[in-house]
Nanobody
């Protein structure tokens, strides 16, 4: 089963850009669709973006569409979330997750994802 480790989170100012990385392990990484979710204090975990196993299909939550870009490098077993024009409401712990591509292409449903990383904190504030 794939294991995931996120990195890249830090404190930034509104309008800044940031790239998160999620490194997977195991030979089956390319068999998984990947997702990014986030959880702000006192709120439920919410979907951010998803990318298919081959990287040819993406899906975004409406509030980040046009600002965030999800991509993957299967040779490097890594998924990225490029975030631009960050806003205070983007402050959250960001998690990457893996879903077996046997059943889905991309998905916003957390229950489809069987493996989760430990999360990385993104804080947008003056």
């Amino acid at each position: 089963q794939v294991q995931l480790v996120e990195s890249g989170g830090r404190s930034v100012q509104p309008g800044d850009s940031l790239r998160l990385s999620c490194v997977g392990s195991g030979p089956t990484f390319t068999q998984y669709a990947m997702g990014w979710f986030r959880q702000a204090p006192g709120k439920e975990r919410e979907f951010v973006a998803s990318i298919s196993a081959r990287g040819d299909v993406t899906l975004y939550e409406e509030s980040v569409e046009g600002r965030f870009t999800v991509s993957r490098d299967n040779a490097e077993l890594t998924v990225y979330l490029q975030m631009t024009n960050l806003k205070p409401e983007d402050t959250a712990v960001y998690y990457c997750a893996a879903a077996r591509a046997t059943f889905i292409n991309v998905s916003r449903e957390p229950l489809h994802y069987t493996t989760w990383g430990q999360g990385t904190q993104v804080t947008t504030t003056w």
